[in-house]
Nanobody
Framework: QVQLVESGGGLVQAGGSLRLSCAAS????????MGWFRQAPGKEREFVAA????????YYADSVKGRFTISRDNAKNTVYLQMNSLKPEDAAVYYC?????????????????WGQGTQVTVSS
């Protein structure tokens, strides 16, 4: 049974930082892309970042470029999202995703596995 478990969310002031982690179990994703999406109340789930299987290539939504960094540790079967200079509009539930073989990274339908999400709240 594949599980993706996110952690690291919480409450932070605007301008602060958080580091999210997503630990996978049940199979290894060392040959697959992994990514992060987020969903704010009343909004669609949107792409945040993705990273190739080797970590050599990373992709970001325009709204987070220059502030967020995605990375992975294949030995730990874990992907991370370092979030700096957080803004109130970054507040959302952040979801980890794995194995994008069905379409472009920014598309929800492309991803095979999803975590349950971790809440990020940014106070102004």
């Amino acid at each position: 049974q594949v599980q993706l478990v996110e952690s690291g969310g919480g409450l932070v002031q605007a301008g602060g930082s958080l580091r999210l982690s997503c630990a996978a179990s049940g199979r290894t994703f060392s040959s697959d892309a992994m990514g992060w999406f987020r969903q704010a109340p009343g909004k669609e789930r949107e792409f945040v970042a993705a990273i190739s299987w080797s970590g050599a290539n990373a992709y970001y939504a325009d709204s987070v470029k220059g502030r967020f960094t995605i990375s992975r540790d294949n030995a730990k079967n874990t992907v991370y999202l370092q979030m700096n200079s957080l803004k109130p509009e970054d507040a959302a539930v952040y979801y980890c995703a794995a194995d994008a073989h069905s379409g472009p990274y920014y598309a929800r339908f492309a991803w095979e596995y999803w975590g349950q999400g971790t809440q990020v709240t940014v106070s102004s």
